[in-house]
């Protein structure tokens, strides 16, 4: 599903973001990637969504070489993979309804389906009868859930969490913690990005320990001991 292999990214000459890391995660993992902030955690999702490209080293994601892949085909990546972050980014002057189904309309999709899809993503993620709410009017751990649902609204086969949790209260954290798990159940790849001990720990699933740009350890169920 992702295979990493000897990639590597600089941003000067002594900057090193990643250093000859190879990965491997397979279909249907749920994988929590951790480590101290400036291990290489955030460059690593921004290379395997193509926001940026390595030096070195050859990415592979469903089959698919994106070590170079062309900009032009970069929207193709995206819309098999879904992506959500600490901030939500959400579009502030558009309901809950407009900014799930914001991607299907820039896809061409037709009007019905996308209400259905809608309807169907929203109930997944317990948001059911909110469709004309702006972000404005929702909690922190309702906005993470209206993102969710907009990563999820193409059925990706892969879910990269960067930080999901990092704006949340405990009770939040928790729902949506289960709800990604829930997610993965359905059979979706899920990679998340966490520096919280107590979140990954309760996973029982498989860690990978960053530090300096390279993988220093990888447990199949594992803790994060740092």
Not at 155 to 161: C, M, V, W
Not at 193 to 222: C, F, Y
Request: charged content about 25%.
């Amino acid at each position: 599903m992702i295979k990493l292999r000897q990639v590597s990214k600089f941003y000067d000459p002594d900057v090193v973001a990643l250093n000859r890391l190879s990965l491997h995660i397979t279909p249907g993992e749920f994988v929590s990637i951790v480590g101290q902030s400036g291990t290489g955690k955030t460059t690593l999702i921004k290379l395997l969504t193509a926001e940026e490209r390595a030096d070195e080293g050859q990415i592979i994601i469903g089959g698919w070489d994106i070590s170079d892949i062309h900009k032009s085909d970069i929207p193709i990546l995206r819309r098999q993979i879904g992506i959500i972050f600490q901030d939500f980014k959400l579009l502030p002057n558009k309901t809950v309804e407009e900014n799930v189904s914001f991607a299907l309309q820039v896809c061409g999709v037709g009007s019905k389906q996308i209400n259905s899809l809608v309807d169907s993503m929203l109930k997944v993620v317990g948001l059911e009868g909110k469709h004309h709410r702006y972000p404005w009017q929702l909690s922190g751990g309702e906005k993470q859930r209206v993102s969710i649902a907009r990563a999820m609204i193409h059925r990706p086969k892969i879910l990269f969490a960067d930080e999901p949790t990092g704006n949340l209260d405990v009770l939040n954290t928790k729902e949506i913690i289960d709800l990604l798990q829930k997610i993965n159940q359905f059979g979706t790849t899920v990679v998340l990005v966490s520096h919280d001990r107590e979140i990954v720990n309760s996973l029982k699933k498989r860690v990978i320990t960053m530090e300096a740009g390279q993988v220093v350890n990888d447990q199949k169920v594992g803790r994060y001991i740092l």
